[in-house]
């Protein structure tokens, strides 16, 4: 699109006056619907060029005035926009053959320059189950991490575990009381997440707990060989089955240095402040002041009994980062409940002088809806985390029903279910804007017809349907389209939709990866797939017609590689056949 686009804003240039090619590239958008041409241009930004006429009627006079370069079919004013219409087939030559050249990098600009990039996510606290809290920030995380990849960034995804801390005093005071290897053996992290609870209401009855809690914690900050030995027990099994639903969900990580790997760092970090005149005592407990940057409340390093804390932990974490792996950048993928802290962190990791500006990337909550169609009230059922694992299977339960009459082999049916189930929870995760709530509809998200057997809906299997269907087509196609066809042939209203829509995805990933909103990738891909279909309605793609069908194969080729790149960044697969 990027060369039609450079001769609009050269014609533009011409036609207003002390228009700069940059301004005229900056307010040049796309129309929202593609019968309203390729490109917009807003004419009240320019109107006081004009004597300040109304925009409709400075509209109207530039579209009559604009010399019209050959790669722009029309040019027209629609209410205060000045339309252009490319040329269908220099829209069709120019995106056709820029995403050829491209492979499989098509859609990639080079953002990062090589330079590194920490993305913190998933990060959950060990020796609690894994809820669906936790699923957001593993599914946005994942898909931001392979964005930046994808964009030249060189990319260390940290899982930033929540394994250190006073609750641990608490566990190792409960284990030392109730504990049971058999009892751990049997129901694992829920077994350590009972002990919790059984022990915090213990400790409301008798403060004789607090000081036990304490003395444990006391222990393990200090390294004591047999306090650090039940810990690393609590902290394996936590994560191997953490591990379990990472593996189902296909998310892996490059580090899993929790807060424990920060314990050592914390003293340094703390004295890098006190060098600067930075720490203060306040009721007992160690802090940064920051009144003077516009907070109520002190950063905490030290609680009055010396435990550490997290955000001496997550301090000492972001020195790191930057200094010892080179980071360029800093995200936290982390629920917008915890804004305040990383606002903190922020401010305290500037007035040390750290060069790099890190990121909150905060998302809403997630609300399970159940069968009736209610929603539940936070992420419990009967009292109990709802947990991933188990809404992850259900998906894939839901998904062997609805194949169950295919006649496909058992194997088959279950790689389609686990891609499909898993594809449909990921993308109803990523398909809105993630600050707002979301909720988890397996009704909705595995949205069948079985009449015509086919996935709809606004879903993830609706996207990976497509897929399957454009593969499909090459598959009786059964060659590799010619180098060049003849690009006049796909100027039909269907053609040039999705030419549209293939021809902004290097825009659309662009844009969702430096506004980490994977989102807008995922409704590029729902627009995409819409017009491919409507395509299938109205056209066909193979016939007698041989000149006709290469150019048309091409067009499904490259709609094919462009979905199947959106959904791999996404983290999705995509099945051949479906
Ligand atoms: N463990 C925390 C939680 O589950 C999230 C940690 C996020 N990362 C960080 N560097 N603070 O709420």
């Not at 957001?136 to 060189?154: D, E, P, Q, Y």
């Not at 930057?322 to 993928?333: I, K």
Request: aromatic share 8%.
């Amino acid at each position: 699109m990027d060369t039609i686009r450079t001769d609009v804003i050269g014609a533009l240039v011409a036609a207003v006056p002390g228009l700069t090619a940059e301004r005229a590239r900056e307010l040049l958008t796309a129309p929202p619907d593609s019968a309203m041409g390729d490109f917009a241009f807003p004419t009240f930004a320019v109107r006081d060029r004009f004597d300040n006429a109304p925009p409709p009627a400075v509209a109207r006079q530039l579209a009559a005035a604009i010399r019209k370069p050959a790669s722009v079919a029309r040019i027209e004013a629609t209410g205060p926009y000045v339309n252009f219409f490319a040329e269908p087939a220099v829209l069709a030559r120019t995106v056709l053959e820029s995403a050829r050249a491209a492979g499989a990098r098509w859609g990639a600009t080079d953002l990062g320059q090589g330079r590194t990039v920490v993305i913190d996510f998933s990060s959950p606290n060990i020796a609690k189950p894994l809820g669906i809290a936790h699923l957001r920030s593993t599914v946005i995380g994942n898909a931001i991490r392979n964005l930046h990849a994808f964009c030249g960034w060189k990319t260390i995804g940290v899982n930033h575990l929540g394994d250190w801390g006073t609750n641990f005093g608490k566990l190792l005071s409960a284990w030392e009381k109730w504990g049971s290897e058999e009892s751990l053996k049997e129901r694992g992290v829920e077994f350590l997440k009972d002990l919790l609870v059984r022990f915090t209401e213990a400790e409301r009855a008798d403060p004789a707990f607090r000081q036990q809690a304490r003395d444990w914690f006391r222990r393990l900050e200090s390294g004591d060989p047999e306090a650090k030995k039940v810990w690393q027990h609590f902290r394996d099994i936590s994560l191997a089955e953490f591990r379990r639903v990472y593996s189902l969900l296909g998310i892996e990580f490059d580090s899993w240095s929790g807060e424990s790997a920060y314990v050592d760092r914390m003293a340094g970090a703390i004295a890098e402040l006190e060098a600067r005149g930075l720490c203060s005592e306040s009721q007992g407990a160690y802090v940064v002041d920051l009144t003077a940057h516009g907070f109520k409340e002190p950063f905490l390093l030290r609680k009055a009994d010396d435990a550490s804390l997290y955000g001496t932990r997550d301090l000492a974490a972001i020195l790191y980062r930057r200094r010892d792996l080179g980071a360029r950048a800093l995200v936290y993928v982390v629920a917008a409940d915890q804004k305040l802290h990383f606002r903190q962190l922020f401010k305290v990791a500037e007035l040390l002088g750290v060069d790099v500006e890190p990121v909150h990337v905060e998302f809403g909550l997630m609300r399970i809806v159940n069968a009736e169609g209610v929603r539940e009230k936070m992420a419990t059922r009967k009292g109990t985390i709802v947990l991933l694992h188990d809404v992850l299977q259900a998906a894939i339960e839901r998904v062997h029903e609805i194949i169950a009459d295919r006649e496909w082999d058992a194997a088959r049916k279950s790689r389609v279910a686990h891609q499909v189930g898993i594809g449909a929870v990921i993308f109803n995760d990523l398909s809105r804007t993630r600050t707002r709530d979301i909720d988890f509809n397996l009704q909705q998200m595995l949205d069948f017809d079985p009449e015509t057997k086919a996935f709809k809906g606004e879903t993830g299997p609706y996207l990976q349907y497509t897929h399957a269907r454009l593969s499909s087509a090459l598959r009786k196609y059964g060659k590799e389209p010619p180098a060049s066809v003849d690009f006049t042939l796909l100027t039909t209203d269907e053609d040039r939709a999705v030419l549209r829509q293939i021809g902004r995805f290097p825009d659309i990933i662009r844009d969702a990866t430096t506004r980490y909103e994977p989102s807008l990738l995922s409704r590029a891909l729902i627009d995409l797939c819409g017009e491919v279909n409507r395509f299938w309605r109205n056209q066909r793609i193979l016939s007698d017609d041989a000149a006709l069908t290469d150019a048309r194969i091409l067009l499904v080729q490259t709609a094919r590689r462009t979905l199947r790149t959106g959904l791999d960044l996404l983290g999705i697969e995509a099945p051949e056949e479906m």
